[in-house]
């Protein structure tokens, strides 16, 4: 690979690794929701007592656990930890504010019972205030760890509860958190908050291939530098000693062409005849960035610096969506 195209090389990959780390910050800096969401998806709700009888003058009369009870419904709810952060309760990082989460029902609806589906951390519920209410206690609640379970509830005839079970409170219990209601339909739902969207599995390869790339530049810019560096001091001692050896050569060979006198004299960089000079020749850089000039190295420095930049926030970043 010639002189010429490694230049070409490098300058061409220093501005999309220039790029790439622009880019890299802007993400980084894009404001992103830190907020903690704890989400609550009601799904498969069903009336088991509603049963049609042929007979008008047949009567059912139905029992659960031994109890007569009417209009009983049965759904399942699953919890889980939306955030990318651990819930505590307990000791002193706790990031919830109550010792138990209470999910409230709405009006007229009454709980029962409950039935555990599957668990992904432990803890333990409890039906309170009369079956108005559904605690939830543990200690540390992962991200992505979800609580699945059956609830029984009774339903006064008015009330409506195709749409939630369960209602909002007003209280905060989640330190910077909400706890968020759905009703699942079949739909999947999607957050879009900034690019929160994103997969976290999906944004910790992005980032580990970003460090790698941003890497590589880093490397080539830092190389590109120190031999920008040593060029600059051997050229400076080329000219030392050589250039008015140089000049004179120049003056003698191309006594006849004033042009191109002219064009070498004190300018060895373009002449290319070094063969016919009997002397040392003029230092050839494979990477050049014009450091006599000053503005192509600092420009490398500049961008040398917003890569490392990028790279640790991008690292800090990564290790950050690990729990």
């Known amino acids: 690979m010639t002189h010429q195209k490694i230049k070409n090389f490098i300058s061409t990959f220093g501005v999309f690794g220039s790029l790439a780390s622009i880019i890299a910050l802007i993400i980084i800096f894009i404001p992103k929701s830190n907020t903690l969401e704890l ?12 049963y049609q009888l042929n007979d008008p003058d047949l009567k059912a009369k139905y029992f659960y656990k031994g109890d007569t009870i009417a209009n009983l419904w049965k759904a399942v709810i699953e919890f889980e930890n939306k955030s990318e952060e651990t819930f505590v309760i307990s000791d002193k990082l706790r990031n919830i504010i109550v010792d138990s989460l209470e999910f409230n029902m709405s009006e007229g609806v009454i709980m029962i019972d409950k039935k555990t589906i599957s668990e992904d951390f432990p803890n333990n519920t409890k039906i309170t205030d009369g079956g108005k209410s559904l605690c939830l206690n543990f200690e540390q609640w992962r991200p992505g760890e979800k609580l699945k379970m059956f609830i029984y509830f009774q339903v006064k005839d008015t009330v409506n509860v195709k749409d939630n079970i369960f209602i909002a ?6 330190v910077n958190g909400d706890i968020k209601y759905f009703y699942e339909n079949g739909n999947e739902k999607v957050e879009t908050n900034n690019y929160s969207f994103i997969p976290s599995q999906v944004r910790k390869v992005a980032y580990v291939l970003m460090i790698i790339g941003l890497g590589l530049v880093e490397v080539l810019f830092i190389i590109a530098m120190i031999s920008s560096v040593i060029g600059y001091y051997r050229r400076k001692d080329w000219r030392r000693s050589e250039l008015l050896k140089f000049n004179q050569f120049i003056i003698k060979y191309y006594k006849d062409s004033k042009e191109e006198r002219d064009s070498f004299l004190n300018n060895p960089r373009y002449f290319y005849l070094w063969s016919k000079y009997d002397g ?9 960035y014009n450091v006599e000039k000053g503005i192509s190295l600092f420009f490398a420095e500049l961008f040398t610096l917003i890569g490392l930049v990028s790279i640790t926030i991008i690292i800090i970043d990564l290790i950050l969506l690990f729990p």
């Not at 409170?169 to 989640?174: A, H, K, Q, T, V």
């Not at 040392?280 to 050049?288: G, K, N, Q, R």
């Open 39 to 50: 989400s609550a998806t009601t799904s498969l709700i069903e009336n088991l007592t509603d």
């Open 169 to 174: 409170s007003e209280n905060r219990p989640i």
């Open 280 to 288: 040392e020749e003029y230092p050839e850089l494979d990477i050049e």
